[in-house]
C-alpha cells in the first residue's frame, strides 16, 4: 500500500486529515513519498540500515539471547511538527522543567511544598529516589536537571499530553541527531521544506556544562568537562562515546577517576588532571561506594563529598529521580501553580494513585480497562496494558497492588496518533510518540525536534526501543506552512 | 496482655538533675598490610537539643587529614575525611564535653491516641520512621510477634511502646558478643538474644509494625555505678514521636526512660543511617578495630551558675 491508499483509521493521523487529505506542513514529505516506488524505498532503507551498522548506531537489549548489540529500527518517512505547534510545546515544557527545578530545591532544603500540604509528605519521603543523603546540598546555580528529556503523545483529538519526565539521565538524543544525518544522505531534497537544525545539540549541552563549572574551574581556558559512563556494556554506551566525541571531551569510567582531597582528578599518561564537572550517566546508586550501593564497582568513592564541597559539578545533579517517580507525575500540575503561580500549559494524562483508598477501589475494578506502571520503572517494563493483557497477567498486577499501592498508578489508554510508517509491503499507520530534549544551562532551550518513537508492530502502543520500537527523524518546520 | 508488662514498671527519672559529662571515644584500626584510598563519614558529635548542649567537640584523626563537616537527613553532624596516600593504621579520636539537662517538658503524663498521628497540624515528616528501613524489616515474624503482644490494637502510643520495650527486656536475654553489626531482626527473634543494638531495632520493628513512628538512637549511657575494669562502649536505644509533645526516648536494654545519663549523637531510622564510623577503603579485607569509649563526671566551668 502506497500513500495514495493509506488509511487513517479511527486515530488522529499526523500527516493526513480525517477526510485524507495532507496536512499542509506535510506538503513536501507527500511529494517525495507519494509517488516512491517499493523497490525505491527498499534501497535506501538499506543504505540508512547499512551505513547505521558500520557507523556503531546500536543499542543493547538485556535478557535477550540473540545477540545484544542491534541497530535502533529507523522510517524514513519523517515526522513533521508545524511551527505554532512547536512554540507552545516548547513554552509548555519551558514551564515544566522550571517548576521541576524549583521543586526539587525545594524538597531537599526547606520543603516548603511539603509544609504547605500542597503533596502529602510522604509521597516524596517513600519516593524509591529520594536521596536522603543529598540534603541541604547546594549545587551550582541552583540547577538540578540540566539535561531532560520529556515523553510526549498525542490524544485521539490530537491534544500534546506530558506521559513522564525523565530527569535522571535521558538517553536518545545520539539518535535524534544520527536520524538527522541519515535521513539526509538518503533523502536530500526534502530538506528544501525548511527544517530548523539539531545539530546545535552537542555544543549547547558542552556550554550548559561549562556554565554550572565552579568560579575557580581547573582548566586553561574552559573548565575541564568529562562524561562518566558506566563502561561498554550499557545499553547506552554508544551514546556516550557518540555525545563525548561530539562535545570533543574525555569519556571515562569510574576507575579513570580519583578523588583527593575533595577534588576530582581524572587518571592520564600525564598525570592527575582536574575534573571540574562530570557529565554522568551512571544512576545515582552507583555513583559513589562511601556514599550509595558499596558494592558497586562503577563509581567513585568519595565522589559525592566533593561535590559537596563545590569543587565539582554533577549534572544531571543526585536525588533528581524523585521527580521521575510516577507517583510525583501525578502531583507537577499542582507543582507548576504552586511554585509559578500559573496554569499547566501542557496537560497530564488522567492518572489514578493506588495507594488512594478511592482511586484504589476503582483501579482493581477496573484492571482490565486501564495502563497500569510501576512508580519507578523505565523503558517500558513493569507495566500492564489491561485491554489487551492476559487473564493472568491482570491478577498477578492485582495482587502486587493490593501488596504494594505506593508503587503503582494507573491510567486510562490512550489512543496515540499515528504516523506513516513502512511496513513490509507498503506506508502503515504507526503509534508514535516524541521525546524532546530540554536543556538548562544560562537560560533553558528546548532542542527544535527530538526523538520520535514508533511502535513497529501492528497495533502496538508500546514504543519503547527495549520492547520493539523504533524512530524517526522529526522536523520543526522555520515558518508557517 | 500479661501484668508484667504494666507500663508502671518502667524505671523513670531516677537521675533528677542534669549532668556535665566528658566523653573520649577511641577508634583504631589496624589493616592487614596497607590500606587506601579510604573515604569515611563520621558521626559522632554530641547533637546540641533542648535535653543536651555540646560544649566542646574534637575530632582528630590519625594520619591527619583534613576534615569537611556537613549535617545529614536527619540533622545529624557528619565529619567526613579521606585518606589517599597507604597507611597501616587508622586512629580516630573524639572528645567532647556535654551537658545534659532534665526534660523541660517533664513526664508524660497525658494520653496520646494513635488517632493523634492524624492531626493535620503534625508533621507529617515522622513519615520516614513508619516504614521498613535496613535493619528494621517489618516481616511476617516480626507482625506475628507485635500482633500477640497488642491483640487489641494499640491504645495508646506511650504506654503501648513502652510495653513493646518491656517485653523486648522481657523476654530476650542481653548476650556480649550474641549477635553483630550485620545481625538481622529475625534471627534475634528466634535466638531470643542479643545486644543494645538488636533490642533497639526489634523494639523499633514492633512499634513500626503497629504504626507507632519510632526512630533508632545512637549515643553513650554514663553508668556511675560502673565497677574497676568494667567495658564501657557506644549504646543504642529508641525515640517514639508523641504528637504535639515530640520525640520521647526510652532504653529497652535498660527499661527506662532516656535520662539525663544519656547522650545522644545521632537519629535516624536504624543502625545502617547512623553508623559511628562509615567508610570504604582499598587493601585487604582483613582489619582489626579496637574501640574504647570513656565517659566521666566534670565539675561545671569555672564561674558557671549552678
Known amino acids: 500500500m502506497l500513500l495514495k491508499d493509506y488509511e487513517t483509521g479511527d486515530f488522529f493521523d499526523e500527516m493526513f486529515t480525517a477526510d485524507g487529505n495532507v496536512r499542509p506542513h506535510y506538503r513536501r514529505v507527500a511529494e517525495e513519498f507519494g509517488d516512491i516506488t517499493r523497490e525505491e524505498y527498499r534501497n535506501k532503507q538499506a543504505a540508512v540500515e547499512l551505513s547505521f551498522m558500520r557507523g556503531g548506531v546500536t543499542f543493547t537489549v538485556y535478557n535477550d539471547s540473540q545477540g545484544t548489540e542491534r541497530i535502533f529500527p529507523f522510517d524514513c518517512v519523517p515526522r513533521v511538527i508545524p511551527v505554532e505547534e512547536w512554540e507552545v510545546l516548547e513554552k509548555g515544557l519551558i514551564q515544566r522543567i522550571t517548576a521541576l527545578n524549583l521543586f526539587l530545591h525545594d524538597i531537599y532544603h526547606e520543603q516548603k511544598i511539603l509544609k504547605d500540604k500542597v503533596i502529602p509528605a510522604h509521597y516524596v519521603l517513600s519516593a524509591k529516589h529520594f536521596r536522603r543523603e543529598f540534603m541541604n546540598f547546594s549545587v551550582p546555580k541552583n540547577i538540578y536537571a540540566h539535561i531532560c528529556g520529556t515523553d510526549l503523545i498525542r490524544d485521539k483529538g490530537g491534544s500534546y499530553l506530558v506521559l513522564e519526565d525523565n530527569l535522571r539521565c535521558p538517553s536518545g538524543a545520539s539518535y535524534m541527531l544520527e536520524n538527522r544525518s541519515a535521513l539526509k544522505r538518503a533523502f536530500p531534497d526534502i530538506f528544501s521544506a525548511g527544517v530548523r537544525p539539531v545539530e546545535g545539540y552537542p555544543q549547547a549541552l558542552l556550554k550548559g556544562m561549562q556554565h554550572v563549572a565552579p568560579a575557580n574551574f581547573a582548566g586553561d581556558d574552559h573548565p575541564n568537562v568529562v562524561l562518566l559512563t558506566p563502561g561498554v556494556y550499557n545499553s547506552a554506551y554508544f551514546e556516550h562515546a557518540f555525545l563525548a566525541r561530539q562535545m570533543g571531551i574525555p569519556i571515562v569510567e569510574g576507575r579513570d577517576l580519583v578523588v583527593r582531597d575533595f577534588k576530582v582528578y581524572m587518571r592520564t599518561t600525564a598525570g592527575l588532571v582536574r575534573v571540574d564537572v562530570i557529565y554522568r550517566r551512571i544512576d545515582d546508586d552507583f555513583i559513589d561506594p562511601s556514599v550509595f550501593r558499596p558494592d558497586s564497582i562503577l563509581g567513585v568513592p568519595g565522589l559525592v563529598n566533593a561535590a559537596r564541597a563545590g569543587n565539582v559539578c554533577l549534572a544531571n545533579s543526585i536525588g533528581t529521580g524523585v521527580a521521575d517517580d510516577k507517583v510525583m507525575y501525578y502531583f507537577v500540575p499542582k507543582i507548576i501553580k504552586y511554585y509559578l503561580g500559573e496554569d499547566p500549559i501542557l496537560n497530564n494524562v488522567d492518572t489514578f494513585l493506588a495507594s488512594e483508598a478511592s482511586d484504589k477501589s476503582y483501579i482493581l475494578d477496573n484492571l482490565a480497562k486501564l495502563v497500569v506502571k510501576s512508580a519507578n520503572e523505565a523503558g517500558g517494563y513493569g507495566m500492564l496494558m489491561g485491554p489487551w493483557a492476559a487473564q493472568e497477567e491482570i491478577e498477578e498486577f492485582r495482587k502486587n497492588i493490593i501488596a504494594n499501592p505506593r508503587n503503582f498508578i494507573a491510567q486510562p489508554p490512550i489512543s496515540l496518533s499515528r504516523h506513516p510508517t513502512w511496513c513490509e509491503e507498503g506506508f502503515e499507520g504507526r503509534h508514535i510518540d516524541l521525546r524532546p530534549y530540554i536543556l538548562y544551562g544560562e537560560k533553558i532551550t528546548v532542542t527544535p525536534g527530538g526523538l520520535t518513537r514508533v511502535a513497529l508492530r501492528k497495533g502496538s502502543l508500546v514504543v519503547n526501543s527495549s520492547q520493539g520500537g523504533g524512530s524517526k527523524d522529526t522536523w520543526v518546520l522555520h515558518n508557517k506552512a | ?306
Not at chain 2, 587529614?65 to 536527619?74: E, L, Q, S
Not at chain 2, 491483640?151 to 548476650?175: C, M, S
Not at chain 2, 549523637?265 to 574501640?291: C, E, F, Q, S
Open chain 2, 1 to 306: 496482655m500479661g501484668d508484667d508488662l504494666n507500663p508502671a514498671q518502667l524505671s523513670t527519672s531516677e537521675q533528677l538533675s542534669g549532668l556535665r559529662l566528658r566523653v573520649r571515644h577511641l577508634t583504631h584500626f589496624a589493616y592487614e598490610g596497607n590500606a587506601w584510598d579510604s573515604y569515611n563519614d563520621v558521626r559522632l558529635c554530641p547533637i546540641s537539643d533542648p535535653l543536651q548542649r555540646c560544649e566542646e567537640f574534637n575530632l582528630r584523626v590519625s594520619p591527619d587529614v583534613p576534615i569537611n563537616t556537613y549535617h545529614d537527613f536527619f540533622m545529624n553532624r557528619v565529619d567526613h575525611f579521606e585518606l589517599s596516600a597507604e597507611h597501616p593504621t587508622l586512629e580516630v579520636e573524639s572528645n567532647a564535653i556535654v551537658e545534659t539537662r532534665v526534660d523541660p517538658r517533664g513526664p508524660v503524663c497525658y494520653d496520646f491516641p494513635m488517632d493523634g498521628l492524624n492531626d493535620p497540624t503534625v508533621d507529617e515528616n515522622y513519615f520516614d520512621f513508619l516504614t521498613e528501613s535496613h535493619y528494621v524489616t517489618l516481616e511476617a515474624d516480626i507482625w506475628r510477634e507485635g500482633i500477640d503482644l497488642f491483640p487489641n490494637g494499640v491504645q495508646d502510643i506511650w504506654k503501648d511502646t513502652v510495653r513493646a520495650a518491656l517485653h523486648v527486656n522481657r523476654n530476650f536475654k542481653y548476650e556480649t558478643s550474641s549477635t553483630n553489626v550485620s545481625t538481622r531482626i529475625s534471627d534475634v527473634l528466634r535466638d531470643r538474644k542479643g545486644v543494645c543494638q538488636d533490642f533497639a531495632h526489634l523494639t523499633l520493628a514492633l512499634c513500626r509494625s503497629q504504626g507507632i513512628p519510632a526512630r533508632y538512637v545512637s549515643g553513650y549511657f554514663f553508668n556511675a555505678d560502673r565497677k574497676p575494669g568494667e567495658i564501657e562502649a557506644s549504646h543504642a536505644w529508641i525515640e517514639v514521636f508523641l504528637p504535639h509533645f515530640g520525640w520521647k526516648g526510652i532504653d529497652p536494654t535498660h527499661a527506662r526512660e532516656a535520662d539525663t545519663r544519656y547522650i545522644k549523637l545521632a537519629v535516624g531510622r536504624d543502625y545502617a543511617d547512623i553508623r559511628p564510623i562509615n567508610g570504604t577503603y582499598r587493601g585487604k579485607g582483613t582489619r582489626r578495630m579496637t574501640v574504647e569509649a570513656e565517659i566521666r563526671l566534670v565539675n561545671p566551668p569555672p564561674g558557671a551558675g549552678v
